[in-house]
């Protein structure tokens, strides 16, 4: 079966830079899998940051950033500031109809 | 605006089926490409259930697809999810989603419900 990874926690300073990555157990992440990256908060819904790879949702700040690093799926946050202190999720679309999350990860702020 | 809300018992006794309902309004649900369901159980992550496509195709995760029904009422503006044989371990929070854009990603999505699993 088919598994997403992704760091489960990550930390930057206020103003810096992080990328946060989204790789397959077995292969290579392209854009085929119209990655998706979700932020979350406690107790909301998720929150699209970037669909197909690399485009921002309407709303969505421009330090947010979506890519193709290597092999996986990359997601930048340039000039962190507090309240980018979630959980992020991103998600792969198998061919076979299937998505599949990743696990998460914890991004800390401080 | 475009609002989507869950709807179903909160409680399922152990294997039971689970029953909820997406309402959907301020928008055509027959102009949407698919229709989702995503489940949170507390404190972990998100899983992807299943979608339903405009066409009537419907893709579920492999590891609940014995035992899970998405269907679209499009005459309602509802879609809907049936888990059968439920164990505490189906425990979580039910998220509604939809697709609104064709790539593949939900842009709009219900405010999730608590369905707890016990007797």
């Known amino acids: 079966q088919t598994v997403v990874t992704q760091e489960p926690s990550f930390s930057v300073s206020p103003g810096g830079t992080v990328t946060l990555t989204c790789g397959l157990s077995?292969?290579?992440?392209?854009?085929?899998?119209?990655p998706t990256w979700y932020q979350q908060t406690p107790g909301q819904a998720p929150r699209t940051l970037i669909y197909s790879t690399n485009t921002r949702s309407s709303g969505v700040p421009d330090r947010f950033s979506g890519s193709i690093l290597g092999n996986k799926a990359a997601l930048t946050i340039t000039g962190a500031q507090a309240d980018d202190e979630s959980d992020y999720y991103c998600?792969?679309?198998?061919?076979?109809?299937?998505?599949?999350f990743g696990g998460g990860t914890k991004l800390t702020v401080l | 605006q475009v609002q989507l809300q869950e709807s179903g018992p909160g409680l399922v006794k152990p294997s039971e089926t689970l029953s909820l309902t997406c309402t959907v309004s301020g928008y055509s649900i027959s102009s949407g490409y698919y229709w989702g369901w995503i489940r949170q159980p507390p404190g972990k992550g998100l899983e992807w259930i299943g979608s339903?496509?405009?066409?009537?195709?419907?893709y579920y995760n492999p590891s609940l697809k014995s035992r899970v029904t998405i269907s679209v009422d499009t005459s309602k503006n509802q879609f809907s999810l049936k888990l059968s044989s439920v164990t505490a371990a189906d425990t979580a929070v039910y998220y509604c989603?939809?697709?609104?854009?064709?790539?593949?990603?939900?842009?709009?999505w219900g405010q999730g419900t608590l369905v707890t699993v016990s007797s």
């Open positions: 989603a939809e697709d609104s854009s064709g790539y593949y990603y939900f842009d709009y």
């Open positions: 077995s292969g290579s992440v392209s854009t085929t899998y119209y």
């Open positions: 998600v792969l679309h198998m061919g076979s109809g299937i998505s599949v």
């Open positions: 339903i496509y405009h066409s009537g195709s419907a």
